[in-house]
């Protein structure tokens, strides 16, 4: 796949709540590369819901820290710090939670041109977001009320 060169800039792109402890700005995302980026930014106390993508995923942290965990392996989570990275591997349900009381700021990277989430216990918007109702609490899925 043939693209321009691309130059996103955080200052200038959307911010996408992702409820009220976390928000997501999306950067190389409009479709036309094979990956998409975007930095996430977590206050303390942030548990990112369990989900998965059909396709990598990668975490860069760019500030504070993080456990992550794959579904299952709750009990061995990894901690990972500023300037360690993390690949995801597909189709496998995942997490992560902020450690201590500073804010964690993640550089995402999907192996994918869109973004494709489902998650577990909650909707999903056609951007593969979480659904939030006015109250930037999620959506739920109906299994899970």
């Not at 700021?105 to 977001?129: C, F, M, V």
Request: hydrophobic share 35%; aromatic share 6%.
């Amino acid at each position: 796949m043939t693209h321009p060169l691309k130059i996103a800039k955080l200052s200038e792109s959307q911010r996408v709540e992702f409820g009220p402890l976390a928000h997501y700005h999306p950067l190389v995302a409009d479709g036309d590369t094979p990956v998409r980026t975007g930095i996430q930014t977590s206050a303390p106390g942030y548990v990112a819901p369990m989900h998965f993508h059909p396709y990598t995923e990668l975490l860069f942290i760019i500030e504070g820290e993080a456990d992550v965990w794959l579904q299952g392996e709750e009990k061995n989570k990894r901690r990972l710090k500023a300037g360690d990275c993390v690949a995801l591997p597909p189709d496998i349900p995942h997490s992560f939670s902020v450690v201590g009381d500073k804010p964690m700021k993640l550089l995402g990277i999907h192996s994918s041109p869109t973004r494709i989430s489902t998650y577990l216990d909650r909707e999903t918007d056609a951007n593969g977001y979480p659904k939030l109702g006015a109250d930037l609490k999620p959506v739920l899925k109906a299994a899970a009320r």
